[in-house]
């Protein structure tokens, strides 16, 4: 597109920060917590990823659409980002795959973007100062105007959003990862058993529910607010607890309900989301990041292994708070020693800070699915006994 054509931009920071570009997407204004992303492909899963939720997302790598979108790569029923900011935008993509171009995509989906902007510059602010309310507009061109209305919206810390991407009924997910992207096939292989699990919907990607599948799960997804005596009755082998956008602090509803599911000692596996809220289920407390992490590079372990990981967090379980008698640190950031991953030392249970079904990312956890399926396999045989 001619920039002659381009229609402008306006993106607005809460410290009064102001960024002229060119629009991208829908016409209007957004206005949410602006992060950055530092993978260099996904973005369509990005968009979608209900993690997101409430947040304008900056891609640091340069080049945006270039291999458009398709339905297959979606995470999600819908994107889930308020905006999107680029350096620079493919109007007309290259890709044997793709059905739609990414501005495009965004229009139909009522999401506003802005490009032409230095990204570099704008993640370096956010690192310095951390992750802040922003607003992108094609409608309010006026920068105190604009500044005025993202410094009314509501900070992250407190604010619960998981009630705005939790499914309103349950449903049951059979779908596995089809066979031209399954990446290990031998362990799927080598289960064997179906085992049901109920999935507390904090915002689910639909690659981990695949994964699951693969692993022999019959999976069934609830409403992150269902209570624990409606959970049991599925007679559940696990318990997942899923990714999900927002301050964990905030959902206490899913808190309470770990708490009470933990009391039934059933095999649970927490992701992202999840792994804060079982946190809090155990006594522990997190604490908001400066900046966060997103990104598919992400180091991960902590004795005589090193996972790259796939990780889209705000929030992190505090150490201090962890109590030591119940619960062990598994997974350290290893670029900034946050908590990356506990395990209870009695309970077959187990949490990890990142996105193990490497969508997008790489498959160097997955691991854990198989870990959680062992641990079902082990309780059945247990109560059969």
């Known amino acids: 597109m001619p920039l002659s054509d381009a229609i402008p931009a306006l993106l607005v920071l809460a410290d009064g920060t102001t960024y002229r570009g060119w629009s991208f997407g829908a016409m209007g204004t957004a206005i949410g917590e602006?992060?950055?992303?530092?993978?260099?492909?996904?973005?369509?899963?990005?968009?979608?990823?209900?993690s997101y939720c409430g947040q304008i997302v900056v891609f640091t790598y340069p080049e945006l659409g270039n291999t458009g979108v398709?339905?297959?790569?979606?995470?999600?029923?819908?994107?889930?980002?308020?905006?999107?900011?680029a350096r620079n935008i493919c109007h007309r993509p290259s890709n044997w795959?793709?059905?739609?171009?990414?501005?495009?995509?965004?229009?139909?989906?009522?999401?506003p973007g802005i490009y032409g902007i230095d990204t570099r510059a704008l993640t370096r602010k956010i690192r310095m100062f951390g992750a802040m309310n922003g607003g992108i507009s094609t409608a309010i061109l006026d920068e105190a105007e604009l500044l005025?209305?993202?410094?009314?919206?509501?900070?992250?810390?407190?604010?619960?959003l998981v009630r705005e991407v939790t499914t309103s009924t349950p449903y049951e997910w059979s779908e596995p990862t089809t066979s031209h992207w399954e990446f290990n096939p031998e362990a799927?292989?080598?289960?064997?058993?179906?085992?049901?699990?109920?999935?507390?919907d904090f915002g689910v990607k639909r690659n981990i529910l695949r994964r699951l599948a693969s692993y022999g799960c019959r999976v069934i997804v609830v409403p992150a607010d269902t209570p624990p005596a409606e959970i049991l009755?599925?007679?559940?082998?696990?318990?997942?607890?899923?990714?999900?956008?927002?301050?964990?602090?905030?959902?206490?509803?899913?808190?309470?309900?770990?708490?009470?599911?933990?009391a039934a000692e059933k095999p649970m596996f927490g992701?992202?989301?999840?792994?804060?809220?079982?946190?809090?289920?155990?006594?522990?407390?997190?604490?908001?990041?400066?900046?966060?992490?997103?990104?598919?590079?992400?180091?991960?372990?902590?004795?005589?292994?090193?996972?790259?990981?796939?990780?889209?967090?705000?929030?992190?379980?505090?150490?201090?708070?962890?109590?030591?008698?119940v619960v062990e640190v598994s997974h350290l950031n290893l670029n900034d020693r946050t908590v990356a991953g506990v395990r209870h030392k009695t309970l077959p249970v187990f949490?990890?800070?990142?996105?193990?079904?490497?969508?997008?990312?790489?498959?160097?956890?997955?691991?854990?699915f198989e870990q959680f399926v062992r641990q079902m396999q082990a309780a059945r045989q247990t109560a059969i006994v």
């Open 34 to 50: 602006v992060v950055f992303n530092t993978g260099m492909t996904g973005y369509q899963e990005v968009l979608t990823d209900p």
């Open 70 to 85: 398709n339905p297959e790569d979606e995470e999600s029923i819908h994107p889930h980002v308020r905006g999107a900011i």
């Open 97 to 111: 795959r793709s059905t739609q171009s990414l501005p495009d995509y965004l229009k139909q989906h009522q999401i």
């Open 148 to 160: 005025e209305q993202v410094q009314a919206a509501p900070s992250m810390t407190g604010l619960n």
């Open 188 to 200: 799927v292989a080598n289960i064997g058993e179906t085992f049901t699990v109920v999935a507390l």
């Open 233 to 262: 009755k599925y007679n559940p082998d696990g318990i997942f607890l899923s990714n999900g956008p927002g301050d964990p602090a905030a959902v206490t509803e899913g808190i309470n309900t770990t708490k009470a599911l933990l």
């Open 271 to 325: 992701i992202c989301m999840g792994h804060q809220i079982l946190g809090h289920a155990l006594g522990a407390q997190t604490y908001k990041l400066k900046f966060g992490h997103r990104g598919l590079n992400q180091p991960a372990g902590l004795q005589q292994r090193v996972e790259i990981t796939s990780q889209n967090h705000s929030f992190a379980l505090d150490p201090d708070s962890l109590p030591a008698a």
């Open 351 to 368: 949490s990890v800070q990142y996105h193990p079904e490497a969508s997008p990312g790489p498959h160097d956890a997955d691991y854990l």
